[in-house]
């Protein structure tokens, strides 16, 4: 049971309840969806990019599980007012948190985010607290086509 | 169940009561523990797990008769070829085909179903023609026919079904036109457990002049087949859902039409005499069997149906409507709990949805408590958007689950609750 209270954090479960900057954006300089085709989970991210590649706005819109939804919530309301290169780093070491063996000693410095350390634990949703960053690594590319996490 | 229930196999058949202690020592993967609790076992819709019986002879097949089929003139060669032409017999009798040159082993059901399309279907479906499917189809059932009318010109047309997730009957037979060439229906639905009323279906289809393709993958391992009795055209199975071997599967056709189609894949075995200039094929079913097979495969499935005769199809059915029912009525008593699909006549499937939660977060906490089932689309996504579902959970049951293992799931559905109210 402690695995999954970890993993199914109140912060998590809130996310999934209450998403933030959950809505669609007309403004958005580019903006990409993503798809899980495992659980169905499915998300559009828009992305406004300023002159200086700074991210000065980022929204969602989809449907999907607990844990893809509270990721993609929490991305986005950690990434705002963050540089392009600076997310990228970010989802470097998010990612590392997500896929770190478990048990391993870790320690990424992720503020908000490392709520989503849990997901370590469980393989096969890595995935879900994944997909977002992959659509927004998607968007920013400037890439069309939908991104699949598989 | 059906009325098929009572086939003649099964009212000769003499078996001892339901023991199922016994029955759940055949299956050796059940007794284990997973996160620390024990196994419960209910993903039986995805693939069933294997009897002793199977493990065993699998063993022995490549410990002592391992060997190419057909051709060798050496024992273990005569040894390998007998138990896999008895393997066919098996199944010949299983589904009360008329002839073992009737049964085709394939990959599986998907593999079946293929090749209909690209020998039976290439051959018969011009622009314009008409294909009749249902919206429970498996995505099997329902790409190969996308394939077909890609390079045919011809179209699907589908059957809606109820809020029951029942076949509507009605519909059905008005889609039949002039242009219409071919069913293929899915007998029990992966998703729902839904049990259609294929015997009707082909019947009707047969009044129009039109051949059936029963896709009979999550029917073989709840109900007695009688293809004979069904008139179907065509039947297509997998051993896995079997209690057989993955990578194994059936074609039954009937005869005179496996006889006018052309060849699926060419290769060894299927041809009668090869030169650059002309080849000739073999006789069925070996026209359709190019290459080797999955020997060992077809001989453990051989197996399965032995073990599974043995208890006798009609015993197992009549557990698993307990079981059904039991589970139904506990998930009732379930607040914010819905079971999509509640057709009348239904396997041991249970699909069902929870208010606000979603399905994929149920199956990681299920299998946290060692309960594990499906959680997904189960590759039949326009049912799910049919019922305005990404995705449900799916229990299902087979014969070695218990009514303790419902009690678990009921508790461990609880738990998902209380982890996320809290």
């Known amino acids: ?150 | 169940m059906t009325t098929n229930l009572k086939s003649r196999e099964d009212s000769v058949m003499k078996t001892p009561s339901f023991d199922i202690e016994k029955i759940r020592e055949e299956f050796p993967t059940l007794h284990q523990e997973v996160h620390g609790k024990p196994l419960v076992y209910l993903d039986n819709a995805a693939t069933t797990q294997k009897p002793r019986a199977v493990i065993e002879k699998l063993h022995h097949y490549y410990t002592w008769d391992n060997a190419n089929i057909h051709r060798g003139v050496h024992t273990l060669s005569e040894r390998s070829t007998q138990e896999y032409e008895a393997a066919r017999e098996k199944i010949r009798q299983f589904i009360h085909a008329k002839k073992t040159s009737e049964i085709i082993f394939t990959r599986g059901t998907t593999e079946s179903i293929n090749l209909v399309a690209q020998t039976y279907g290439r051959e018969h479906l011009q622009a314009g023609d008409e294909i009749i499917i249902s919206h429970m189809e498996h995505h099997s059932n329902i790409v190969p026919w996308q394939i077909l009318a890609e390079q045919s010109g011809a179209q699907l047309k589908v059957v809606p079904i109820t809020d029951q997730g029942e076949l509507d009957l009605e519909a059905y037979q008005k889609l039949f036109s002039k242009r219409t060439k071919l069913v293929s229906m899915v007998y029990v639905s992966n998703s729902l457990g839904t049990v259609n009323p294929i015997k009707q279906v082909i019947e009707f289809a047969h009044q129009a002049g039109v051949p059936v393709l029963v896709d009979g993958a999550q029917a073989v391992n709840h109900l007695s087949i009688d293809v004979q009795d069904l008139d179907a055209d065509f039947f297509a199975f997998s051993g896995h859902k079997l209690f057989g071997p993955t990578g194994i599967g059936v074609l039954y056709g009937k005869e005179q039409l496996l006889e006018k189609m052309p060849p699926y894949q060419g290769g060894g075995d299927m041809i009668r005499q090869v030169s650059f200039e002309k080849t000739t094929y073999n006789d069925l079913p070996y026209k359709f069997e190019a290459g080797t097979p999955h020997i060992a495969g077809a001989i453990g499935l051989g197996a399965a149906i032995d073990y599974l005769q043995e208890i006798g199809m009609s015993h197992l059915a009549t557990y698993e409507r307990d079981l059904l029912d039991y589970a139904s009525k506990a998930f009732e008593q379930l607040p914010d709990l819905k079971i999509i699909g509640q057709a009348k006549d239904k396997t041991s499937v249970i699909s069902f949805v929870l208010k606000d939660i979603h399905p994929h977060d149920i199956g990681t906490i299920l299998d946290r408590e060692g309960v594990a089932v499906r959680a997904g689309h189960h590759c039949t996504m326009p049912l799910m958007q049919r019922f305005q579902v990404p995705a449900t959970v799916r229990a299902s049951f087979a014969f070695y689950n218990t009514f303790e293992e419902i009690d678990k799931l009921v508790e461990a559905v609880k738990k998902v609750q209380e982890v996320f109210t809290s």
């Open chain 1, 1 to 150: 049971m402690s695995e999954l209270r970890e993993l199914y954090q109140e912060v998590i479960l809130d996310h999934n309840k209450h998403p933030r900057n959950f809505h669609e954006m007309p403004e958005a300089t580019c903006y990409a969806e993503g798809y899980n085709p495992l659980c169905g989970d499915q998300l559009t991210l828009y992305v406004k990019l300023g002159a200086d590649q700074k991210i000065e706005d980022l929204s969602f819109v989809g449907s999907g599980c607990a844990i893809s939804k509270a990721s993609a919530s929490l991305m986005t309301d950690e990434l705002k007012g963050k540089s392009v290169k600076e997310a990228k780093n970010i989802f470097e070491k998010f990612h590392a948190m997500v896929t770190a063996k478990p048990g391993e000693e870790t320690s990424f410095d992720l503020g908000k985010l490392s709520v989503l350390a849990g997901v370590c634990e469980f393989p096969a949703r890595v995935k879900c607290a994944s997909l977002a960053w992959h659509t927004l690594n998607s968007a920013l590319k400037g890439e069309e086509e939908t991104v699949t996490t598989e």
